[in-house]
């Protein structure tokens, strides 16, 4: 039976002043009109039923959450503190195997563009086949198709000795290593090498051998979750995940689990995957209008060229004699940056977590 | 006996978005904590009593006007349309001439920037002197500090015959002719040559001999002045003012009558005037901090230089990477552009005003 972990962890830094602690990316509609979260349910609705998916946040981020998603409260699943991936995921699959001893859980991040449905499941559900027979850690990978430095890398080598019709359409391969974010000129060999996809954090495996592996290669974060287990059906739960969280190293399963583990198949997601970084990624993603530009809302503009300008309905944003600009309004903030420097737009953001008076910006 | 006409003719354009068709520039705060208009009135209080000055503004600005300057009614005189400085100020002249047939007028614009009120005040002390005394048009002229291209020029030769204390302070010079905003080669060949004064728009002279000069180069004009003239207490005066200005060219009094009339003097204006005629100025004008940037209202910015940043209260404005940049916020508006064009604002008002449903914006 397969079972949805939704990982909805984003801080909202890189896409502000849009994105907020309360209203990070996921919430937003960067691709298309609906909120990122709502296009990641809607692409599930025709094989994981709603009863079957949890979304795992933090709790700043619940209420907003709580109405655009539509689903049960309690498979909502609000931590009290971010310990990143390996943690949140250890913790939905305690509850998954809770369910179901036997479920397999996808584990998806709720703020990714997904082009192509069909494609999507059709590799889902290859994934979980894989991950039922093999007992297998299996994650899916993105074919590069520039040298990226933003997304960390996966290399790969042939499966070996799995007897599956996805072999024969060599779309499965087995993991040799996981790859930080690479410098331009290595991101460039991968390219050329063709033995290493993009790394795009969604995971496939049944929950009790992702808690096997986190046994193995995390038993601080085991033990912690097994503490968590024993009182899931007590009043005492929000408590002890509380004290259990604050224990905890903050860690990634990628590092924490993927790198170590033996049993680890890569499929090929060739389903137009994007996971915009950045407002220069969301200038790249979507149409321009002759001039090079990605407009939006009330604004008006004069010699500017390759810009992303995004006006709000009442505000008019009037932008003359600049290129590869960034102007976004909020109803209470505005951004202006050029596009070479949005990946250091969480900078600005540190910088107002220290102004004094500034803290509803964040 | 003193008066003066204040000219308040802006039109809004250069400081957008802060200033608008109904609340241009003179209503603004542009140098000091008051708005620039209150400023002129504050610094004639010394010596022109507030019931021998006059306001001539357009009518669209008369409401905003009437809260800030606290002068009767009868005093702010609106001007059904444009028809620039020769009819404003032949319209004064006709005021003020009712009011005391040989009242001398000092014609001031609402927008300028004046340092030194003491000495300002002893100019225009001398220049209504030599107005009277010699029955001259008086002209204030600045000594150029840089080969600005954005005055009007007036070429000097030194006054003769004038048996006046100032001509030994060498203070008062005959006007040989009238120069347009010049190119920047010109304008250096002005600096270089020491016979050639900024035009600060700012006259003295007989309200009767400003008319006279009117009559004999601006015919046209004042057989207008005299329709209105003769209609003054009547209750038909609006409508006989509109109909005249409908009838008028749109002239300057430099272009109109200064550059053809023979008794013209200038007077060295030392009084540490600025005409601020573009954001671009505004930042040269105000101290800067240690990164070069003039900021006000709430902002954070990163890795920016030479800009100019004014924010509003509520909204924050965060700038990252940009230098030499001006942005500017306001309740309903934001401009983004940089320095060096910051002359071409008016091209995004013009820009504004033919887009349907922005009228508002203007």
Chains 1, 2 share one sequence.
Not at 176 to 205: M, T
Not at 318 to 330: D, K, P, R, Y
Request: proline letters at 3%; hydrophobic letters at 40%.
């Amino acid at each position: 039976m397969l079972y949805c972990l939704i990982i909805a962890g984003g801080k909202g830094k890189r896409f502000w002043p849009k994105s907020r602690i309360k209203n990070p990316k996921q919430m937003l509609s960067v691709a298309t009109r609906k909120t990122m979260i709502e296009d990641t349910l809607e692409r599930l609705k025709p094989f994981i039923d709603k009863k079957r998916i949890f979304v795992i946040t933090n709790k700043e981020q619940v209420p907003t959450l709580k109405k655009l998603v539509l689903l049960e409260r309690k498979k909502i699943i609000a931590e009290p503190l971010s310990r990143n991936t390996a943690t949140a995921i250890g913790l939905g699959a305690v509850l998954i195997k809770k369910e179901n001893p036997d479920g397999i859980m996808v584990c998806l991040p709720a703020d990714h563009i997904i082009r192509k449905k069909t494609k999507f499941r059709k590799v889902l559900s290859l994934a979980a086949s894989i991950a039922r027979k093999e007992n297998a850690l299996v994650t899916i990978g993105i074919k590069p198709s520039y040298p990226a430095t933003g997304y960390g890398y996966i290399k790969v080598q042939r499966a070996k000795g799995i007897g599956h019709r996805a072999k024969r359409e060599k779309k499965v391969f087995q993991v040799e290593r996981f790859v930080e974010k690479p410098k331009k000129e290595d991101a460039e060999k991968f390219l050329r090498s063709g033995n290493y996809f993009w790394n795009s954090g969604i995971f496939v495996w049944r929950a009790s051998v992702i808690l096997e592996a986190i046994k193995e290669h995390l038993p601080q974060l085991y033990s912690g979750l097994m503490k968590i287990e024993d009182c899931l059906k007590t009043k005492q739960r929000k408590e002890v995940i509380k004290e259990v969280y604050k224990g905890l190293k903050s860690i990634s399963i990628d590092y924490g689990v993927m790198e170590k583990a033996r049993n680890v198949f890569l499929i090929e997601g060739d389903f137009g995957w994007t996971d915009l970084g950045s407002w220069r990624a969301f200038w790249e993603f979507h149409k321009k209008d002759e001039k090079g530009n990605v407009c939006r809302g009330k604004s008006v503009h004069i010699d500017t060229y390759n810009s992303v300008i995004i006006g709000d309905k009442e505000r008019l944003t009037a932008v003359l004699g600049l290129s590869n600009l960034v102007v976004i309004q909020t109803k209470d903030a505005t951004l202006v940056c050029p596009q070479d420097r949005t990946q250091d737009v969480k900078l600005l953001v540190k910088e107002i977590s220290k102004r004094r008076g500034m803290k509803k910006f964040l």
